[in-house]
């Protein structure tokens, strides 16, 4: 589908609408949910401990719950990240978007990338739910990314993701078409970090992206209702 041709319903099933700051509060996983219905959005994005409250508040609707895990430095252990992930599980999150471990990567301990990849992939493929792993490109080197991009053609999780959103910079255009040319239709790419603008978000999607993880998705959707 051209762009051109997006209306802002199908524009919509493209977001992850996010809420991850560490002072949120319950009335703001309230409005974020509140939000993900009347728009219908593809998923909220939360940490952990709200998945109970969001999973209940939208119930009856298509919205998934996503619980962010590892986040948003990656520094826990494979086990730690696999508990964690099982609990958001079994507290009602339907996707999980986990953070690799960046030091593990640049020390070219490829075999433990791959160890985590699978230990969180399987276990969430088990349980029937979504897994998307955050490579954080921004403080990786182009052979880092294409390293992770090698593991996950092998490992097939469901969606390979750009950014946190916390780290020193968010989604590129370069990125998205590297990933995209690196693992192809295998593995779906996830694009997050710094996209508040409907021509940011429409070029995203036109180099191949099947989510966009933002807090600015009503802004993105009303922008093309206005055009």
């Known amino acids: 589908?051209?762009?051109?041709?997006?209306?802002?319903?199908?524009?919509?099933?493209?977001?992850?609408?996010?809420?991850?700051?560490?002072?949120?509060?319950?009335?703001d996983f309230e409005k974020v949910c509140a939000e993900a219905r009347a728009y219908g959005f593809a998923m909220v994005a939360i940490n952990p401990v709200p998945?109970?409250?969001?999973?209940?508040?939208?119930?009856?609707?298509?919205?998934?719950?996503?619980?962010?895990?590892?986040?948003?430095?990656?520094?826990?252990?494979?086990?730690?990240?696999?508990?964690?992930?099982?609990?958001?599980?079994?507290?009602?999150?339907?996707?999980?978007?986990?953070?690799?471990?960046?030091?593990?990567?640049?020390?070219?301990?490829?075999?433990?990338?791959?160890?985590?990849?699978n230990t969180?992939?399987?276990?969430?493929?088990?349980?029937?739910?979504?897994?998307?792993?955050?490579?954080?490109?921004?403080?990786?080197?182009?052979?880092?990314?294409?390293s992770l991009c090698g593991i996950a053609r092998e490992v097939r999780p469901d969606y390979i993701k750009t950014s946190t959103g916390f780290g020193t910079g968010g989604a590129t255009f370069e990125d998205v078409a590297l990933m995209k040319r690196a693992v192809g239709d295998g593995v779906k790419i996830k694009a997050a970090g710094g996209i508040r603008t409907l021509d940011t978000a429409l070029h995203m999607i036109e180099l191949g992206v099947s989510r966009i993880g933002s807090t600015a998705s009503v802004a993105i959707v009303e922008e093309l209702k206005a055009r």
Request: aromatic residues 8%; negative net charge.
């Open 1 to 27: 589908m051209l762009h051109t041709e997006l209306t802002p319903q199908a524009l919509a099933k493209y977001f992850d609408h996010t809420q991850l700051r560490a002072y949120a509060v319950n009335a």
């Open 120 to 146: 969180i992939v399987a276990l969430c493929r088990a349980a029937g739910a979504t897994s998307k792993v955050i490579f954080e490109n921004c403080y990786l080197t182009e052979a880092e990314k294409l």
């Open 51 to 117: 998945v109970a409250l969001c999973k209940k508040l939208l119930a009856g609707t298509a919205v998934h719950v996503g619980a962010a895990v590892g986040f948003p430095l990656g520094q826990n252990t494979i086990a730690a990240k696999a508990f964690e992930a099982k609990e958001a599980i079994e507290n009602g999150a339907d996707e999980i978007d986990y953070v690799i471990d960046i030091t593990q990567l640049k020390e070219k301990n490829y075999g433990y990338i791959e160890r985590e990849m």
